[in-house]
């Protein structure tokens, strides 16, 4: 039950209120709300009023300006004096836009304020809505789905992740993520595996570098998944991008040895050591082989009798320190050559390491990257003696013509190198020759000597340079064991067959003959090219040359322009020197039928020379080509056969003959090359608009022909113009060259017309007068016409203008003073008549004149 101090307080205030006659409106109930933002949030505000009953209307509106969130932000409730409450409703606006919580406040206020009238508490209301449309966004990669990347090599490489937060940027939002999924832990190659990635407000994209770790592992390919996990802050998660696949490509290909130990006796002479890469301890490819990998060793040795010295107890027979892996290659070997050292010795050791930091390519050194050799306890101190076993892999050739020392030969000592030792030896000739050796070579026979800790040893020979072509001759070199001095031993290889090269060209230097030996030659029987060659230094032997041989027209002399069907051969042809033969001369005909152009050439070239019929022991220096290997013979004109042409192509005029009843005219012909008799046919054309009225009393003969003996260049064709008192007009005719007699001669193309006019003559057009009876002096009457008759002599071949006029021009008594006659071809007379239109006049006094004037014929 209230307390009776409660109960005095209530009715006190009522009674205040009351007797005041006062009225109070005020919110009542909820005063706080929070919210949504759908399209069914309605907010219910009750407003109540106290006290003495009144009219009233309150009025309830937003604080502010109006966002759009509400649909009303102003209400008015009217409360009639009969009732003491209205309850109004303010509706939220659902938008799609990304919004975080937001808090409005809605005051209560009055239409008519008045003194019996006042607003109570509460008189105001909030609205909270809460964050709607993804305020603070949806987190999601955004970028391929699937990446590939290289693990770094001595670095870290950072890979981009993009992130995207769509919709709404509010606040901060934080999201995890984790690396999973891999073969290996993720720690291993990523940096970090997992983590947090914030987006501060406002921000829509955001990239955040991963790590991607140089492990040095061996590894082939690596497929992780960066997942997004989850997110504070009030975003979302995009399920459908929120993971990323990385592919780290394979890596780090493993280099090793296959072992890390190797027990050898000191009598082996070479141990071979295997290194690997890509390869793990079961011969599983692991690691890339598409790329070149290559490592340095290094070979440790110690100072005491228990560690073997380089180059005293083993040889590196490596030409550098590198060993190279090329492209898919897995395996290479170390090579090393144990030494016999001088003593007996316990035994020794020496390590071979691979170093990292010269690695080059995508590759690690892992277990064993270090080997340890054992040289077994040993004895033979003073070593044993052989020839060089590099000597052997090819054969020993000396150039009697090149070298006059030879410095070629080695002998080994192998084992110990203890002490002074030497063994004697000899040269024979492994041959039937019972020549001296000394006759090529000396000395013959000699000592050679090792001093204490001296393993190689050249044996210097001087060759005899003569000037006897000798074909090759072997030589056997023999140590001898009895000879032995100082403890050592002789094995083998202990004998050495060399040779002596063939020497000053014995089998020939195949060359031209002098220059002026080779050339065209023509005679009644035909024509040939005479060639003639040497061989120099000795003739053992039969030797074949290939030679080749080319006509090129007249022009650039390049091979490439040659003309077949021109020899009596193919344009490669051979030719045999027999055993001591050291000259030949050959005769190529030349087809009867082949026309040989004036300054043309023939290129004669030497392809090459080989021996026929015999087997050198080795490979020979000779037979060989001179260092003059082609000549070309220029055609001259005596050689050449005909091109026949007119000197010029520019057309002739002639004028008919005056003084005499004919005229010859020469035309020149010239042949460029003069080799055999020629006759050329020719023809005579009329030729033009005037062709009809040619004939054989005009020009002649219509035909013929002219001969060039051989040798000779020039000639011409005579051609006999013709006179008469016939008027002709402009006559031409084109001369022909139709032929020549031989196939070898040809008509210059371009000069084979020759275009020859004779001008107009004898007046064709005619000459103009007054016919005798029509020449005057005229008396006529008024009203009469004078005919005034022209006549035409001569020729009358062509249309003609006559313009005629009455003296003075100014006198105007006559119709027709002044005009043109036309006389058409064949016409000789026209008549003008002049008609009098004045008083009479006495003629004498006036001048009829006439003017020629030309028009074309037809």
Known sequence: MPSASLLVYLLLTLLIHFTSGESEVKFSGQTEFVVNETSTTVIRLVIERTGKPANIT????????????????YAAAFIPDTETNRTVYISVCDDD????????TFHLTLLKPSARIKLGTPNSVTV?????????????FNMSAFITVNEPRGRNELVPLTLIRERGTYGTVIVSFEVEDGPNPAEEDFSPARGNITFTPGRSVLIYNLTVLDDQVPENDEVFVVRLKSVEGGAEINTTKNSVWI???????PVRFVQNAYMVPEEDEVITIQVVRGKDVTGKLIGPDEDEVSVSYAIITG??????QLNVDFLDLQPNTTLVFPPLVHETYLKFRILDDAIPEIAETFQIMLLK????????????SVVHVTIQPNDKPYGVLSIHSVLFTHTVIIDEDQISRFEGITIVRNGGTHGNVSVSWVIIRNSSDPSPVTADLFPEAGEISFAQGEMLVTLYLNIIDDDIPEEAEPYL????????QGGAEVSEPSELLFYIQDSDDVYGLIKFHPLENQKIESNPMGRFLSLSFAREGGTVGDVQLVYTALYIPAGALDPERAKGGILNMSTRSTLIFPEGKAQATINIPIRNDAFLQNRAHFVIQLEKVELLNRIPLVPPISPRLDEIRNISLRITPDIANGEIGFLSNLPIILSEPEESPATVVSIPLHRDGTDGQATVFWSLRPFGPNHKAVTQDDIGPFNGSVVFLSGQSDTAINITIKADDIPEMNETVLLTLDRVSMENQILKYGFTTCEITILENDDPGGVFEFSPSSRGPYSIKEGDSVELQIVRSRGSLVRQFLRYTVEPRDNNEFYGSTGILEFKPGEREIIITLLVDTSLYCCNGLLLCGFLCRAPAY
Do not use: C, M
């Not at 309150?58 to 932000?73: K, L, M, P, Q, R």
């Not at 010269?358 to 064993?368: E, K, M, S």
């Open 477 to 484: 070199l023999k140590l001898l064991p009895y000879t032995i």
């Open 357 to 368: 930091d010269t690695l080059q390519g995508d590759a690690v050194l892992i277990y064993p």
């Open 247 to 253: 592919n780290i490509r394979k890596n780090d290909s």
């Open 303 to 308: 100072d005491s009798t228990a560690h073997a």
């Open 58 to 73: 309150a009025i309830v509106s937003i604080d502010g300006e109006n966002t759009g969130d509400f649909f009303d932000t």
């Open 128 to 140: 909270t809505i809460l964050s709607n449309d993804n305020a603070f966004g949806i987190i999601s």
């Open 97 to 104: 836009l990304p919004e975080a919580d937001e808090t409005f």
